[in-house]
């Protein structure tokens, strides 16, 4: 079955630029050999795989290393393949991020539904924890000459992300109730409805926020002494209930925010927030995001043409940017097989030898 990315269309494209692409069956003898001889050039194995499987076809950490002794590999996956896993998550379809608590928090209200997170953002977490990790084990192996074995799994990276609010549930007891938008800290919406449009703001730091409590009037009010501490919605451990009042002051600075940014546009809330060094943006559309000054002056976005679709990819530069050595993007997200002749000739394989390897199904033709 193709690889179910696949189906995102110009998502492969981008999220698989500028690697080559080949077909091997791994479990085959002939697959074995071929991949032990990549491991001795490769400084590290990326793989998302079942768990269980590698050491399944007799392709453990030890046997590798056997091979090559500086070789690290790095297993993304949900919920790794130790733990509980192979008896609870591993026999059904388990979401990362429910198991994870954050869905508890992500209604409304208490007792409304609670709201699933964006897959791609989700996946993002555990990708970026691997790859640095993977980066310290190539530093270490080049320094000692030892490889690493490294599990990433989807569930701990989003555990992680989780800060003060993780602290105080597993040390204190605090389950926080379920926000939606509410700012915990900055007493605001984060996202903010104007004239014509939303803003998100985000009420953070001592400067903005005095700034903003002087700007709605309350620099005298006794409730904001002293002045550019934040105007905190938290309520009392243990309540479950958004139905509860807000502590006065930030009642009375939630009311005047919403109030002001309802009767001023988009463009004047984001010209004088930002005025005052609040952190604040336009809810902007992939069509603003094409045509935003600063997008194209960092050059966001460029053209690249996909080799699968046979037409021009319109999609996020190179990041993060290098000064002396830039990256370059050579192509989109390649079709199956498209190096794997290229590939196994580099290894020593004749074309008669490709050819054979290809009739007896250890390599197979791309569609």
């Not at 194995?45 to 590698?54: Q, R, Y």
């Not at 939606?180 to 903005?208: F, H």
Request: proline share 5%.
């Amino acid at each position: 079955a193709p690889d179910m990315y696949r189906m995102y269309g110009d998502a492969w494209s981008v999220d698989r630029r500028n690697q080559r692409m080949i077909t091997l069956n791994i479990p085959s003898p002939e697959g074995k050999e071929i991949l032990l001889q990549m491991v001795k050039w490769a400084d590290v194995l990326v793989e998302s795989s079942k768990g269980g499987t590698w050491e399944k076809w007799g392709l453990t950490d030890e046997v590798l290393w056997r091979r090559t002794p500086r070789w690290s590999s790095c297993m993304i996956s949900r919920f790794s393949a130790t733990g509980a896993t192979r008896t609870t998550c591993a026999r059904r379809r388990s979401t990362p991020s429910a198991r994870r608590s954050r869905a508890t928090r992500t209604s409304t209200a208490f007792r409304q539904p609670a709201q699933r997170d964006e897959a791609f953002h989700r996946r993002l977490h555990d990708r970026s924890h691997g790859a640095w990790a993977t980066l310290a084990a190539v530093i270490r192996a080049r320094e000692t000459g030892e490889g690493e074995s490294i599990d990433c799994c989807q569930f701990e990276a989003l555990v992680r992300l989780q800060g003060a609010t993780l602290s105080d549930g597993i040390n204190h007891g605090i389950q926080p109730m379920r926000i939606g938008n509410e700012d915990l800290v900055g007493a605001c919406a984060g996202a903010q409805k104007c004239k014509d449009g939303y803003c998100q703001v985000a009420v953070g730091g001592a400067g903005p926020v005095r700034k903003l409590v002087e700007f709605f009037g309350f620099a005298d009010d006794p409730d904001f002494q002293p002045l550019g501490t934040y105007p905190s919605v938290t309520r009392k451990p243990g309540c479950k209930s958004l139905d509860e009042p807000l502590p006065d002051r930030a009642a009375k600075f939630r009311a005047a925010l919403d109030s002001w940014c309802e009767k001023h546009t988009v463009e004047e809330v984001n010209r004088i927030f930002g005025q005052m060094g609040v952190a604040v943006s336009p809810h902007m559309t992939y069509e603003m995001m094409l045509n935003d000054p600063h997008y194209q002056a960092r050059e966001v976005f460029v053209d690249c043409y996909d080799e699968i679709t046979q037409k021009t990819v319109k999609q996020v530069n190179m990041i993060p940017r290098f000064k002396k050595h830039p990256g370059k993007i050579v192509r989109g997200g390649a079709k199956y097989d498209a190096d794997t002749q290229d590939v196994l000739e580099e290894f020593g394989y004749s074309e008669k030898e490709i050819e054979l390897l290809y009739e007896k199904g250890v390599l197979r033709k791309g569609e």
